[in-house]
């Protein structure tokens, strides 16, 4: 099974914070940017909120990326501009230094973070531009620590047949994010499920080799379609070109919503396509999985 995979375009939005260095978030992600606005603090709100706008008649909740980051904050707290983002069912502001530009790169262009960083950096890949190191944002990170995700026990709620049909299921996750990879395998895990684990695609197709043909083979894959070096969609299409795995069951867990996306996921061959994170929502598309897969004898 080869490695290599056509790579999908991918525009980053470049941003500086105080310290200068570039940092790069998914333009997909952003609605706008703008100056920042006059603020309203809230009591008792997280500390790394700086509070809230107002935008366009509605509420913005402003976060403080430097200190959600572990950065020094900004010369001038009431400078800066705010990237607006649309990112896993939600608005919010982020306060930056300034905007620099948007680049166009390959999603092979996006390396995994540099060995070592460890559980605490905010930052999902690396890539160079005009021979400077970019940091692209975990945002869902930065999220998940102002605003965790809700994780229900779906267990007791599941009818007999659907709890029977979920143990068809033998499951793949597959997320370069740590708190989204751990979003899901709790849902698994909530449902009586055990899962297999990769964070990248490179390595999810090499347990997925591993374990052809032993009683743990693989029949559902649930990726995030956002990776490093391979991304989502050129995992699905290596897998509907690879004999061995071209009816596995793929379902595309992304923080991006839009139709887009699921125009893009349904070329690559997945067979679904849902935006995180909710717990309810991928426990209904799991089931529709695993009906899948039994119906098919996978």
């Known amino acids: 099974m080869s490695k290599n995979a056509r790579a999908d375009s991918l525009s980053l939005l ?44 509605n509420s913005l909740s402003v976060i403080d990326l430097s200190r959600a980051i572990g950065e020094r904050p900004l010369v001038d707290p009431h400078g800066g501009c705010l990237i607006v983002t ?19 790169c390959l999603t ?67 997320d370069d994010s740590q708190v989204a990879l751990q979003q899901s395998v709790i849902t698994l895990r909530n449902l009586g499920l055990d899962c297999h684990t990769a964070r990248s695609a490179r390595e999810a197709i090499d347990q997925l080799l591993d374990l052809q043909g032993t009683a743990q083979q693989i029949n559902v894959v649930v990726s995030d379609i956002e990776m490093s ?10 897998l509907r070109e690879t004999p061995d795995f071209q009816e596995l069951y793929v379902l595309l867990h992304t923080s991006l919503d839009s139709a887009m996306n699921a125009e893009k996921a349904k070329a690559a061959g997945a067979n679904a396509v849902l935006t995180k994170f909710s717990s309810p929502e991928l426990t209904r598309c799991l089931i529709e999985a695993a009906r899948t897969v039994e119906a098919q004898g996978i």
């Open 86 to 104: 649309d990112v896993s069912r939600s608005k919010q502001g982020l306060h930056v230094q300034a905007v620099s530009k948007i680049v166009h």
């Open 229 to 238: 070096e391979m991304d989502g969609y050129a995992l699905t299409r290596t």
């Open 108 to 174: 092979t262009d996006i390396r995994p973070p540099p060995f070592g960083s460890g559980n605490k950096s905010f930052i999902t890949g690396v890539t160079q531009v005009d021979g400077t190191l970019v940091q692209v944002l975990d945002i869902e990170k930065v999220i998940h620590g102002i605003a965790p995700a809700q994780i229900l026990a779906e267990s007791t709620e599941l009818s007999t047949a659907d709890a029977e049909v979920l143990t068809k299921a033998r499951i793949l996750v597959v």
């Open 14 to 57: 470049l941003f500086t914070l105080r310290s200068g260095k570039l940092m790069a978030i998914n333009l997909l992600k952003v609605s706008e940017i703008i100056p920042c606005p006059p603020l309203t603090r809230l009591p008792e709100s997280h500390p790394h909120v700086k509070g809230v706008a107002t935008l366009r008649g």
